[in-house]
């Protein structure tokens, strides 16, 4: 799987759009971006994924550059509930039967 | 709709003490399954999973165990913990024929080892 880089943490205001990136610049052309984030004490909670074209759900949106050497994801009205540490995670469809490999991640504050 | 479950939610064990953690998912069929510990501060780490009953494979060699003696329960296990087995017990299940790879985590366990 391809290797990611992305900040050890960020902050954010709330009511703002938080905009996480995510390096992958080995990413290959059957590779999926994946994204996940953790609430302290809690399971991770997958959130979205995509291939090249930009995604969007009822969580957050993916925006993937054209290179596909990079993407961010979008929470477009921060909460004080999106605290939390998002993981961004490369894997081709259909990946395999093994486990996904979490990164360190970002650590996303949500200011009051 | 599917659910995950694990039980306990936090557990306080002595050293040398056995250990049984259990996971249940609800409303699939064939799953693949996973066990993953986080140790405090640190990052998420894959101990085994599973792609059908009594199939198991362990990335990380350790005194603990894995079965899954059901179709839809996976059970992690030692015969004598560690103070280093400490940490936060995810399981995760995945759809096995899905095209995508979407893990859904359940609540987790907390052991603290004394």
């Known amino acids: 799987d391809a290797k990611t880089t992305q900040p050890t943490s960020m902050d954010c205001a709330e009511g703002r759009a938080a905009n996480l990136p995510c390096n992958h610049s080995t990413i290959s052309g059957n590779e999926y971006v994946y994204w996940y984030r953790q609430i302290h004490s809690q399971g991770p909670q997958y959130i979205i994924h995509g291939l090249k074209n930009n995604e969007t759900n009822e969580m957050a949106s993916l925006i993937i550059t054209e290179d596909r050497k990079s993407s961010t994801l979008i929470l477009p009205h921060a909460t004080l509930r999106d605290t939390a540490v998002y993981y961004c995670?490369?894997?081709?469809?259909?990946?395999?039967?093994?486990?996904?490999?979490f990164g360190k991640g970002t650590h996303l504050i949500i200011q009051p | 709709s599917q659910t995950i479950h694990q039980w306990p939610a936090t557990l306080v064990q002595p050293v040398g003490s056995p250990l049984s953690l259990e996971c249940t998912v609800e409303?699939?069929?064939?799953?693949?399954l996973y066990w993953y510990r986080q140790a405090a501060g640190r990052g998420l780490q894959l101990l085994f999973y599973?792609?059908?009953?009594?199939?198991i494979s362990s990335e990380v060699p350790q005194n603990l165990s894995a079965s899954r003696p059901q179709d839809r329960q996976f059970i992690l296990s030692s015969k004598k913990l560690l103070l280093s087995d400490s940490g936060f017990y995810l399981c995760a299940w995945m759809p096995l024929a899905g095209l995508f790879d979407t893990q859904y985590f359940g609540p987790g366990t907390r052991l603290t080892v004394l």
């Open positions: 409303g699939t069929s064939n799953p693949n």
């Open positions: 599973s792609v059908g009953i009594g199939q």
């Open positions: 995670i490369v894997r081709p469809a259909g990946g395999g039967a093994d486990g996904l490999t």
